[in-house]
């Protein structure tokens, strides 16, 4: 299966910036899926195009939409920012099978540790032995479980 989208970067970067007006660049990029400074491009294509403008509010800035400009290409011309914005700006309800954005899977990944898997992730299983064989077989597995995790990050 091909992986592929129907709208460009620009064309989702522009939603991006119409959900959120105070979008940080960095956080559309990791919604968009490319680079902070391929959005920042995109932006000012967007600018130079009319379609975007961008205020300065304090350290950060403000991204408004000009509903009123056209699409760029002839078989959508006729369309407006406006017109696309009011099928796209809802975001969809939030139902069972439907896919997070990328941002919310990134910032899941973020706080949840990932859990070690494999041999040395699982617990020893009791055995009947001289209390001097399980301490060594406990440290074994310690050391084990320590090299598994050190490759993790």
């Not at 439907?98 to 919310?104: C, F, I, M, N, Q």
Request: aromatic share 2%; with cysteine.
């Amino acid at each position: 299966m091909s992986n592929w989208t129907l709208f460009s970067n620009h064309g989702h970067v522009l939603v991006c910036l119409a959900r959120d007006p105070d979008a940080r660049l960095r956080d559309v990029a990791i919604n968009v899926g490319i680079t902070e400074r391929a959005v920042q491009k995109i932006v000012r294509d967007l600018q130079d195009g009319g379609m975007v403008s961008v205020t300065k509010v304090g350290r950060r800035n403000c991204y408004r939409i000009h509903k009123k400009a056209s699409l760029r290409h002839d078989l959508e011309a006729h369309c407006t920012l406006r017109d696309l914005n009011s099928i796209i700006k809802k975001k969809p309800e939030s139902t069972p099978g439907t896919v997070k954005p990328l941002s919310a899977n990134v910032l899941e990944a973020r706080s949840v540790k990932p859990k070690p898997t494999g041999i040395a992730s699982q617990k020893p299983k009791p055995k009947k032995s001289t209390p001097a064989k399980a301490s060594k077989s406990k440290s074994k597995t310690s050391k084990a479980a320590e090299r598994q995790q050190g490759s993790l990050f």
